[in-house]
Nanobody, 117 residues
Framework: VQLVESGGGLVQPGGSLRLTCTAS????????MSWFRQAPGKERELVAS????????SYADSMKGRFTISRDNAKKTVYLQMTSLTLDDTAVYYC???????????WGQGTQGTVSS
């Protein structure tokens, strides 16, 4: 089982980043996928989630309207498009897979996103 995040990097305030999480080793299309983030000195927080079929999404209040989560089950990939980034969005971003009917879950290793001028 593996979740591999990519797409992090350094961006200026107001800029955008697109994160990608590619899965392998499990049946991707029965898992709810989520993005979390953890900023320095802070607890890990939920950013966004998407249902196994992709038809339902949810976001943390501070990300609504700026971030978009999507998935491609054929490619076993989930995306997080982030726009209008601020310094407060600097964090390590993790993807998580949770099987839709029980508590089985997997985490990726994270990708660093840094917003700085």
């Amino acid at each position: 089982v593996q979740l591999v995040e990519s797409g992090g990097g350094l961006v200026q305030p107001g800029g955008s980043l697109r994160l990608t999480c590619t899965a392998s080793g499990f049946t991707f299309n029965v898992y709810i996928m989520s993005w979390f983030r953890q900023a320095p000195g802070k607890e890990r927080e939920l950013v966004a989630s998407i249902s196994s079929g992709g038809g339902t999404t949810s976001y943390a209040d501070s990300m609504k309207g700026r971030f978009t989560i999507s998935r491609d089950n054929a490619k076993k990939t989930v995306y997080l498009q982030m726009t209008s980034l601020t310094l407060d969005d600097t964090a390590v971003y993790y993807c998580k897979a949770r099987r839709s009917w029980d508590s089985t879950e997997y985490w990726g290793q994270g990708t660093q996103g840094t917003v700085s001028s």
